[in-house]
C-alpha cells in the first residue's frame, strides 16, 4: 500500500517537471530530452512565412528553392498548451531538394523558460520530412550549452494537413 502511494507521488512528479528539466544524462555523456516544434503556416498569426523563392519554385513538385523564416514555439508537450513553453525554433529552412521534400535547416533552439533559459542550441542539418526519423547535428550552442556538439531526431506527430500546423517532437541528443 504505502508502496504503490509512493509509486503514485513519484509518477506524479515527473508528470509534473516540466521538460526539458526531465533531461536524462546516459553513459556516453549526452544529455536526452525531448521539445515539440510547431510550425504555423496558416491562421492569423503564422510562425512560418516564405521569405524568397525562384521563379519556378510553384512549379517545382517539391518547391525547390523557397525558403522560409521561421519564428516557431517549442513547447515542453505535444500541445501549446498554456505554461508549456519553453522557446523557440529561430532561423530558416530551404527547400534544397528537386525530387523530394528535402529542407536544409538552419536554425537556433532559443530557451526562454525552464532549466536551460537563456541557452541556445545551433542546428544545421537535412530535413527529408516524408521520413520518420530525421537526423540533424547540433553544431553549437551558448550558456549552458556553450561549445555543444550532438544530434537531434525530428519525427513529425502532426503534418498539419487540415490545422496548418506542423508538430514535430524534437529528441535532443547533447554534449556540452
Ligand atoms: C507562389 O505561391 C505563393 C503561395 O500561393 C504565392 O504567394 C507566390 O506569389 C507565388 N510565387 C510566384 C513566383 O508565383
Ligand atoms: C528566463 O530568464 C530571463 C532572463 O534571466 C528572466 O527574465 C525570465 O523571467 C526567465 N523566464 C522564466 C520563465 O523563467
Not at 516557431?72 to 523530394?100: H, N
Request: proline share 3%; net charge negative; charged share 15%.
Amino acid at each position: 500500500m504505502a508502496m504503490a502511494t509512493t509509486v503514485l507521488l513519484l509518477c506524479a512528479a515527473v508528470a509534473l517537471a516540466p521538460t526539458p528539466s526531465s533531461a536524462a544524462d546516459d553513459a556516453a555523456g549526452f544529455t536526452t530530452f525531448k521539445l515539440y516544434f510547431h510550425d504555423i503556416v496558416g491562421g492569423t498569426s503564422p510562425t512560418a512565412i516564405r521569405i524568397a523563392q525562384a521563379p519556378s519554385s510553384n512549379s517545382s513538385s517539391t518547391f525547390f528553392g523557397a525558403v522560409v523564416a521561421i519564428d516557431d514555439p517549442l513547447t515542453s508537450g505535444p500541445t501549446r498548451a498554456a505554461g508549456t513553453e519553453v522557446g523557440r525554433a529561430q532561423g530558416t529552412y530551404t527547400f534544397a531538394d528537386q525530387k523530394t521534400f528535402g529542407l536544409l535547416m538552419v536554425m537556433n533552439f532559443v530557451f526562454t523558460a525552464g532549466e536551460y533559459n537563456g541557452s541556445s542550441l545551433s542546428i544545421l542539418g537535412r530535413n527529408e520530412v516524408i521520413n520518420d526519423v530525421r537526423e540533424m547535428s547540433i553544431v553549437g550552442g551558448s550558456g549552458k550549452f556553450r561549445m555543444a556538439r550532438g544530434y537531434v531526431q525530428a519525427h513529425t506527430i502532426d503534418s498539419g494537413a487540415t490545422s496548418g500546423e506542423t508538430v514535430v517532437q524534437y529528441t535532443v541528443n547533447v554534449k556540452a
